[in-house]
């Protein structure tokens, strides 16, 4: 089965670690995305890569780092400095059809930092 | 700045009626527009989307319409299932402009009564 999977569903840390947020996925898609939803808000967009070994900030990259070394993997760091990393986190990926885009999301993680 | 709106939070409707979700944008730019369903604690899934050459796109029960000179799409649902119960997200993008990067609204959520 094709898919992107997100690893684990839930995470607990303590305030000032650093936690990764894994995605892989299996779909063949070039360009991989980071979102944060926040409750009763929209998306909003940490980072994204259209291809391996290059990424772009979104417009809330502070606090956030990541990786893009093989086509399938694109992980999330969510470092000590970013101010409210509680949240639920999803990654996507997207392929072009037809000469238009849709992106395709994991099932989330959802991070609680106290 | 909000670039694309859903300026209703919820919508409730009796099942078998016909289901209306708005949502405005801002930015002229953008070309390409989709609905996104999302369940609780699970990532979006792809529900439909139009390009701006177009003023209607239908599929099965969904539709969704474009009014490019108001800035505004609407999906339409009918007849309303209770399945169909979760938050629409409306989101948008610059094909023209090569970005594969979506904005999205801050959702509604949809409740349908039996």
């Known amino acids: 089965d094709g898919g992107i999977t997100q690893s684990p569903k839930y995470l607990f840390r303590k305030e000032g670690q650093n936690v990764t947020l894994s995605c892989e996925q299996n779909l063949n898609h070039d360009a991989m995305y980071w979102y944060r939803q926040d409750p009763g808000q929209g998306l909003r967009l940490i980072y994204y890569?259209?291809?391996?070994?290059?990424?772009q900030k979104g417009d809330i990259a502070e606090g956030y780092s990541v990786s893009r070394e093989k086509k399938e993997s694109f992980p999330l760091t969510v470092t000590s400095a970013q101010k409210n990393p509680t949240a639920f986190y999803l990654c996507?990926?997207?392929?072009?059809?037809?000469?238009?885009?849709?992106?395709?999301f994991g099932p989330g993680t959802r991070l609680t930092v106290t | 700045d909000q670039q694309v709106k859903q300026n209703s939070p919820s919508l409730s409707v009796q099942e078998g009626r016909i289901s209306i979700l708005n949502c405005d944008y801002t930015?002229?730019?953008?070309?390409?527009f989709l609905w996104y369903k999302k369940y609780p604690a699970e990532g979006p899934t792809f529900l439909i989307s139009?390009?701006?050459?177009?003023d209607k796109n239908e599929d099965g029960r969904f539709t969704v319409f474009l009014n490019k000179s108001a800035k505004h799409l609407s999906l339409h649902i009918v007849p309303s299932q209770p399945g169909d119960s979760a938050v629409y997200f409306c989101?948008?993008?610059?094909?023209?402009?090569?970005?594969?990067?979506?904005?999205f609204g801050q959702g509604t959520r949809l409740t349908i009564n039996p």
């Open positions: 139009i390009s701006s050459i177009k």
């Open positions: 996507a990926s997207s392929v072009r059809d037809r000469g238009l885009y849709e992106q395709y």
């Open positions: 930015n002229s730019m953008f070309d390409y």
């Open positions: 989101a948008a993008s610059a094909l023209g402009q090569g970005a594969q990067k979506l904005v």
């Open positions: 890569s259209q291809i391996v070994n290059d990424f």
